[in-house]
C-alpha cells in the first residue's frame, strides 16, 4: 500500500513542479528532493512490502513511508488551499491580492517549515532505506543481487520438493491421498531460484497447498469441466494445441486440471508429461531445467551434465531436440503474464502430432491472448452452483453426514459468505468442523465475526494468503483503485459504475494520458481489475456495455481490513463511538442515532460517502461535520441521503471536485455553487431541481453534468428535464450532459460548442429547432450516446438534414417523439449498438421497421409506442446482431411473424401492452437463441391460452425450446412476473 501511496505522490509532485514553480519559490529545491528520494524508495517499497510481515524494522520503515507520503500530501493541498485559488479581476481584485500576500506571509512560513519537516524526515528514511537495499536487494538489481538466510535456504528446499512430490509425478492413488508420504524421486539444487523469500515460497506452493485442500474436501461440481477440457485435449487436431483455464483465485483451476492431468486416457494418449508451477517469479532459465528435470525423470535417466552450464538459448535448443519426436502434455500452471508464456513457447516444437499445453491463470488477458490460434481453447472458472456448494460444504464440515437440522439456517447464512468460491467454502467448512455441534452460538459468532476472520488473524490465513496474490501483483494506481471499492457495503452492487469511474478521477487514482480522456483510462482500469479476476461482473447490457460489478465477500473482507490497516479507508457503522484518526476515505453506513462528535481527526479527509443515512437531521450534522474541518474533501457523495438543503459550508471546498447529491429531496440550487471552481462532476439525478443558477457557467472544469429525472413503463417513459442558463456553452470541458431542456434554438446552438460531450440527454425539443440540432450535432464528433425527446408525446421531431452529423462512434441513441419517418443519418449509424424509439408512430406504409434491421450491430431495440400497423413482420436476414427486442404498447398491433434466418442472435424478447388478436407471435420456432419470453399487460384471453397450453399443442411446440417463458403485469410501478 506504501508503494501506492509514493505513486500517488510522485505523480502529485511532478505536477506541482511543472505548473506551480513560480508559487513554489525558495521551496522547489525541498519539494524537488522530495521527489526525487521517494522516486528512488518506490522500486525498493513493493519487495519491502511483500517482506514486512516477517521483519518489524521493516514494517516500520514501511509505516513511515506511507506517513510521510500522506503528510507531505496534505501540505501540498494546503499550500494549493492557500496559494493557488485565482482571484477577482480589477481593483477590489489587486486589493483582495494584496491582502491575502499580507495575510498568507504566516501560512507560508509555516508550509516552509512543515516541507522542511518532511525533508529531514525524508533524509532519516532514505539512509534506513540504504541499509536495507544493501540487506534485501531491489526490483532494479534483480534477484540475483537479493540475500536470504541461510534457514530461508532451508524452508525454501522444503516447499519445493513439496511442490514436486505433489504435482511433478506420476504416482498411485494412494501416494496422492497422503501428500505427506515421501516419494522415492530425486532432487536438484540447481533448480532452486535462490533469492525466494518466506512469502514468495508461499507463492510457489500456493497451487498445491490449494489443491490439497479441496481434493480432502472431495470436491463437487467438477465432472462436466473435467469431461470438456480432457474432449479438448484428446480431439483428433494434429497440431501443439493450447487449452487455458482462467478464473479468480481459490475457483479451483489447479485442482480441476490436476485432475484432467491425472486421467488415465490423457496419460495414455501423451508420450511425455510435465507440471510446471510458473507462478510470479517466473525465471526463464529455472522453469526450463525444471522441465528437462522431469522429462529425464520420467524416462529413469539423469540430466547431461552439461545442462548445468547452458544458457537460455542452448536450454530451449536442448528441450526442442528432446521433445520434436514426441507426443507431450505440459501444463503451466499459475501463469502471471504474456511474457512468461511468450518465452516458453519458443521452447515447445510443433511437429504435427497433436501435443498439448494446459494453462492456468487467474488473468482474463493472459489467456485470450494466449489462445490465438483458432483450435486453441478457453475454459472459464465459474462459481459453484449453490447445489454443489452445499453439498461441498456438507462433506467439509460433517463428513458428508448432512447438516443438523439446529444448524441449517447459520450454515445457509455462512454459505452465502462464500459465494460458490471452492477454497472458501472448504476452508471456513475446516473452521466448522472443530465446533460443537450443539452450541449454535458458536457458530453464529462466525457469521457474525467474518470480517475479523479473514483479516489475518489466523483461521483463514490461508486463502487471505491465496487472494493477496492477485492484490500484491498490482500497479500501485490499480491498488488505490481496488482499495477505494472497501468503502461500499457487503452485497452492495456497483450499479452506476460511471460513479465509480468519476470518483477515481476527482481523487487523482487515474494517471491521464494525451490522446484518451480520464473516464476512458479509468474503464481500462476497471477492466483490468476484472481482467485480473479481483472485481467480478455482476452484469451487463446487452451491447456489452458494463451494469453491474462487485467484489466477493472474502476479497472484500480482505480489502477492507488491509485499507483499515493502511489509514486508507474507514467504515463507520451505527456502533461507530469515535473518528478514526487521519483517514483519508470515510464512508457511513446506516447511520440511525447520533454519529460520534469531534470531527478535528477529519482534517485529512478526502472522500465522504452515506449509505442507507437515514437521520432526518443529515443537514445540521453534515454542517457541523464540514465545520470540524475537512477542507482538502475532494469527493462528498451523499446519494439518496435526506437532505433538504446543502449547507453553506459544502461551498467553501476549494479542493472539492466530485459533489453526489442524487435523490435527495434537493428542489433548489443557490448560486453560491459558482465557489465550486474546481467542481469537475455534479449529480444532481433524480431529485425535483428544474433550474440551476447562470452562477453553474463559472465551473469551466466541469466534465459531468447530471440533472432531471427518469420514469418507466408506467409512465411511458417520461424524462423530467432542467432549464439551463445562457452560456452553458462555455463549458467545454463537458463530457456528459443530461436533460437539458432545449425549448428554443439559442440553447441548441449553445449545445453545439460542448465538442467534448461523450453522452447528451435533451428534451422539449420543438419541432421548428430540429434542424438546428443536427447542425449543432454536426460538431459533436465524440459522441458515444444521444438522447433526444420533444417537447410533448404529439409533437414531430424533424431530424432531417441535408447534410448528415457525423456520428460514427455512437453506440446509443434513444428518440422519444413523433417521427414521419426515421432519419436518414440513423441508418449510417455503423457502430449502433442500441436504439429506442418512443411515441414515433411510425405507419405500416413506411416500411421503417425493415430498414432498421439493416443496422450492423445493433443488439438491442426497444419499440414503444413507435408503430402504428397492424401487423409486424421480422424478415429473413434482418437484424443479424439483436440480442434484445421489446414491442411496447403498440396498440393496433394485432399480429407478429418472425421469418427464417431473421434475428438469428435474439435472446430475449419482451412483448408488453399489445393485444396481439392473433395469439402469440408466429415463427418463434425460428429463434433458436431465444431464451427469454416475456408477455406483459397482455389480453386475458392469450394469458388464459398460454398458461393451459396442451404439450401436444403447435402453439407449445413452437415454445418448447425457450428455457423461461414468464407472464406479468405492472403493479405499482414494479413487474410482477410468474415462469411457466
Known amino acids: 500500500m506504501a508503494e501506492s501511496v509514493v505513486g500517488f505522490l510522485i505523480n502529485q509532485l511532478s505536477t506541482l513542479l511543472s505548473q506551480e514553480s513560480t508559487l513554489l519559490g525558495g521551496l522547489r529545491p525541498d519539494v524537488q528532493f522530495i521527489k526525487d528520494e521517494l522516486g528512488s524508495m518506490k522500486a525498493f517499497l513493493r519487495q519491502a512490502e511483500a517482506k514486512e510481515d516477517d521483519d518489524s524494522q521493516l514494517q516500520e520503515w514501511v509505516k513511515q513511508v506511507r506517513e510521510v507520503a500522506y503528510d507531505t500530501e496534505d501540505v501540498l493541498d494546503d499550500f494549493a488551499f492557500r496559494f493557488a485559488r485565482g482571484d477577482a479581476d480589477g481593483f477590489f481584485g489587486r486589493v483582495g491580492k494584496i491582502y491575502k500576500s499580507t495575510k498568507n506571509l504566516k501560512a507560508r512560513h509555516r508550509i516552509s517549515l512543515e516541507i522542511k519537516d518532511i525533508k529531514a524526515r525524508v533524509e532519516e528514511i532514505s539512509a534506513r532505506h540504504q541499509r536495507y537495499q544493501l540487506l534485501y536487494g531491489t526490483q532494479e538489481r534483480g534477484p540475483s543481487s537479493s540475500h536470504v538466510a541461510s534457514a530461508d535456504c532451508d524452508i525454501r528446499d522444503q516447499a519445493l520438493l513439496i511442490m514436486v512430490r505433489s504435482l511433478g509425478r506420476d504416482r498411485d492413488d494412494s501416494a496422492e491421498s497422503s501428500p505427506s508420504r515421501p516419494l522415492p524421486i530425486r532432487y536438484r539444487d540447481e533448480t532452486i531460484p535462490k533469492y525466494l523469500t518466506r512469502r514468495e515460497i508461499g507463492r510457489v506452493v500456493t497451487a498445491t497447498d490449494t489443491m490439497l485442500l479441496i481434493e480432502e474436501a472431495k470436491l463437487v461440481g467438477i465432472d462436466q469441466p473435467k469431461k470438456e477440457l480432457i474432449s479438448k485435449i484428446l480431439d483428433d487436431h494434429s497440431h501443439l494445441k493450447l487449452v487455458s483455464v482462467v478464473g479468480m483465485g481459490g475457483l479451483g483451476k489447479t485442482t480441476l486440471v490436476k485432475k484432467v492431468y491425472d486421467d488415465a486416457a490423457v496419460k495414455k494418449q501423451f508420450q511425455s508429461h510435465a507440471w510446471i508451477t510458473v507462478s510470479q517469479n517466473f525465471q526463464f532459465k529455472v522453469i526450463i531445467k525444471n522441465l528437462i528435470q522431469q522429462l529425464y525423470e520420467e524416462i529413469r535417466q539423469p540430466v547431461p551434465p552439461q545442462v548445468d552450464s547452458m544458457d537460455g538459448i ?306 445540521s450534522f453534515l454542517s457541523k461535520f464540514l465545520c470540524g474541518g475537512p477542507k482538502f474533501l475532494k469527493v462528498l457523495n451523499l446519494e439518496e441521503a435526506k437532505l433538504d438543503s446543502i449547507p453553506k459550508e459544502v461551498f467553501k471546498l476549494f479542493h472539492l471536485k466530485y459533489l453526489n447529491l442524487s435523490g435527495t429531496r434537493l428542489k433548489i440550487i443557490p448560486k453560491s455553487i459558482g465557489q465550486l471552481q474546481n467542481l469537475e462532476f455534479l449529480n444532481l439525478d433524480q431529485t425535483t431541481i428544474t433550474e440551476l443558477p447562470v452562477e453553474i457557467i463559472k465551473l469551466r472544469k466541469l466534465r459531468s453534468l447530471i440533472v432531471g429525472r427518469e420514469g418507466d413503463y408506467s409512465n411511458n417513459f417520461a424524462v423530467w428535464g432542467f432549464k439551463s442558463p445562457d452560456g452553458i456553452g462555455k463549458l467545454t470541458s463537458l463530457e456528459r450532459l443530461h436533460n437539458i431542456e432545449v425549448d428554443g434554438g439559442k440553447i441548441v446552438r449553445e449545445i453545439g460548442k460542448l465538442i467534448q460531450l461523450r453522452q447528451l440527454s435533451i428534451t422539449k425539443l420543438r419541432r421548428e429547432d430540429g434542424k438546428e440540432l443536427v447542425s449543432s450535432l454536426l460538431r459533436l464528433t465524440n459522441l458515444r450516446e444521444l438522447r433526444i425527446g420533444s417537447i410533448k408525446e404529439e409533437e414531430t421531431l424533424d431530424l432531417q438534414h441535408s447534410i448528415s452529423p457525423r456520428l460514427g462512434f455512437l453506440v446509443r441513441l434513444r428518440l422519444s417523439g413523433r417521427l414521419e419517418r426515421v432519419p436518414e443519418w440513423v441508418m449510417s449509424l455503423q457502430s449502433l449498438g442500441t436504439l429506442a424509439l418512443l411515441n414515433s408512430e411510425l405507419t405500416e406504409d413506411e416500411n421503417a421497421i425493415d430498414c432498421l434491421g439493416h443496422l450492423p450491430n445493433l443488439v438491442a431495440l426497444m419499440l414503444s409506442r413507435a408503430y402504428e400497423g397492424e401487423t409486424l413482420c421480422f424478415k429473413a436476414g434482418g437484424f443479424p446482431k439483436l440480442k434484445e427486442l421489446g414491442i411496447v404498447q403498440l396498440k393496433r398491433l394485432k399480429w407478429v411473424s418472425v421469418e427464417e434466418e431473421s434475428m438469428p442472435n435474439l435472446q430475449q424478447f419482451v412483448i408488453v401492452g399489445c393485444k396481439l388478436m392473433e395469439g402469440l407471435p408466429l415463427g418463434l420456432q425460428n429463434l433458436t437463441e431465444l431464451k427469454v419470453l416475456a408477455l406483459a399487460d397482455m389480453s386475458d384471453e392469450l394469458i388464459h391460452e398460454i398458461q393451459n397450453l396442451d404439450k401436444q399443442s403447435e402453439d407449445y411446440q413452437t415454445i418448447s425450446h425457450i428455457s423461461q417463458v414468464c407472464i406479468g403485469h405492472w403493479i405499482n410501478g414494479e413487474w410482477k412476473e410468474e415462469f411457466l
Not at 485470450?368 to 452452483?385: G, N, Y
Not at 450443539?438 to 489475518?456: A, L, N, Q, T
Not at 486463502?463 to 500501485?476: K, T
Not at 456502533?575 to 482534517?603: E, M
Open 314 to 619: 542452448r536450454l530451449s535448443e536442448f528441450v526442442k531436440d528432446f521433445l520434436k519426436e514426441r507426443r507431450y502434455i505440459l501444463v503451466l500452471d499459475d501463469v502471471w503474464s504474456l511474457d512468461a508464456w511468450e518465452a516458453i513457447k519458443y521452447v515447445l516444437p510443433d511437429c504435427n502430432i497433436a501435443s498439448r499445453v494446459v494453462l492456468t491463470t487467474r488473468i482474463t488477458d493472459v489467456a485470450s491472448a494466449s489462445c490465438l490460434v483458432s483450435h486453441d481453447f478457453i475454459h472459464k472458472m465459474s462459481p459453484l452452483s449453490y447445489e454443489d456448494s452445499w453439498t461441498l460444504f456438507c462433506n467439509r464440515t460433517f463428513q458428508s453426514n448432512g447438516c443438523p437440522s439446529n444448524l441449517e439456517e447459520v450454515c445457509r447464512k455462512i454459505l452465502k459468505k462464500c459465494e460458490g468460491l471452492p477454497l472458501g467454502i472448504v476452508t471456513m467448512g475446516g473452521v466448522l468442523a472443530l465446533k460443537d455441534k450443539d452450541r449454535i452460538d458458536e457458530w453464529e459468532m462466525i457469521f457474525r465475526g467474518f470480517g475479523s476472520e479473514v483479516d489475518g488473524s489466523g483461521k483463514f490465513d490461508r486463502i487471505r494468503r491465496i487472494l493477496l496474490l492477485s492484490y500484491s501483483d498490482l500497479p500501485h494506481h490499480l491498488k488505490n483503485c481496488l482499495l477505494y471499492l472497501s468503502v461500499y457495503p457487503e452485497d452492495y452492487p456497483v450499479r452506476n459504475v460511471f460513479n465509480l469511474l468519476d470518483t477515481w478521477i476527482a481523487l487523482g487514482f487515474i494517471e491521464e494520458k494525451e490522446g484518451m480522456t480520464a473516464t476512458d483510462i479509468a474503464m481500462r482500469y476497471l477492466k483490468k481489475l476484472i481482467n485480473r479476476s479481483l472485481i467480478q461482473v455482476k452484469d451487463i447490457w446487452a451491447d456489452g456495455k458494463l451494469k453491474e460489478c462487485g467484489l466477493h465477500d472474502f476479497l472484500r473482507e480482505i480489502i477492507v481490513s488491509k485499507s483499515k490497516e493502511q489509514s486508507f479507508t474507514t467504515v463507520a457503522t451505527g456502533y461507530c463511538t469515535r473518528w478514526p484518526d487521519k483517514v483519508r476515505h470515510l464512508a457511513i453506513h446506516n447511520f440511525t442515532d447520533n454519529p460520534p462528535q469531534g470531527f478535528n481527526s477529519l482534517k485529512c479527509l478526502r472522500s465522504l460517502i452515506t449509505f442507507g443515512y437515514k437521520d432526518p437531521l443529515t443537514t
